[in-house]
């Protein structure tokens, strides 16, 4: 059972917008920065979003992350087809020393 | 060509060891920390372990604490993961992954594409 949880699924039709939630603890997303994946069937991970709101060159301005409290979010605007895929949201965690991993939404694009 | 390549997984029984390796190149090695991660297939991520940039700290997940050792060799470009006392839940594909000390220590942003391990009598 992943300490950060997201829930295990979200969909969207093309175009629309679509939010991912990770809700974490004071000892995790409060206080770390929080780095987004996207993993593609068959594919390893790719880094979405890193300190929480950053994009690695690269990565479509139509993704987007953003933190407050315990919670961080992923926004996906403008979706598209090729954007199913599973997300996971990750961060530090000050009293583990461990980095955590939320158990993933498997999005999907009607 | 920015990569990492894993090798050394395979099968082993219940209370073996293994060692997993992973080889870098097209970026500077020593300047990052290297991270293992792995996934069951159809599951999700779970972190795994990951060793500093000059290999004198290193953290671990719990769930491997003891059993498992990261080690790297810069003049190799290459990081291990050494396994023993291994466990039936052990079982899954590894993935080696660096963080840009420059950038962040734990924003994964090169991924190798994995070594499966599977564990079982």
């Known amino acids: 059972q992943s300490v950060l949880t997201q829930a295990p699924s979200a969909s969207g039709t093309p175009g629309q917008r679509v939010t991912i939630s990770c809700s974490g603890s004071s000892s995790n997303i409060e206080r770390n920065n929080v780095n987004w994946y996207q993993q593609l069937p068959g594919t390893a991970p790719k880094l979405l979003i890193y300190?929480?709101?950053q994009r690695p060159s690269g990565v479509p301005d139509r993704f987007s992350g953003s933190k407050s409290g315990t919670s961080a979010s992923l926004a996906i605007s403008g979706l598209q087809s090729e954007d199913e895929a599973d997300y996971y949201c990750?961060?530090?965690?000050?009293?583990?020393?461990?980095?955590?991993f939320g158990g993933g939404t498997k999005l999907t694009v009607l | 060509e920015v990569q990492l390549v894993e090798s050394g997984g395979g099968l082993v029984q219940p209370g073996g060891s293994l060692r997993l390796s992973c080889v870098a190149s097209g970026f500077t090695f020593s300047n990052s920390w290297m991270h293992w991660v792995r996934q069951v297939p159809g599951r999700g991520l779970v972190w795994v372990s990951r060793?500093?940039?000059?290999?004198?700290?290193?953290n671990y997940a719990d769930s491997v604490k003891g059993r498992f050792t990261i080690s790297r060799d810069n003049s190799k470009n290459t990081v291990y993961l050494q396994m023993s006392s291994l466990r039936a839940e052990d079982t899954a594909l590894y993935y080696c992954?660096?963080?840009?000390?420059?950038?962040?220590?734990?924003?994964?942003?090169?991924w190798g594409q994995g070594t499966m391990v599977t564990v079982s009598a």
């Open positions: 992954a660096r963080a840009d000390i420059a950038v962040t220590r734990n924003s994964l942003d090169i």
């Open positions: 060793v500093n940039p000059d290999g004198g700290s290193t």
């Open positions: 300190k929480s709101n």
């Open positions: 990750a961060a530090w965690d000050d009293s583990l020393n461990s980095v955590l």
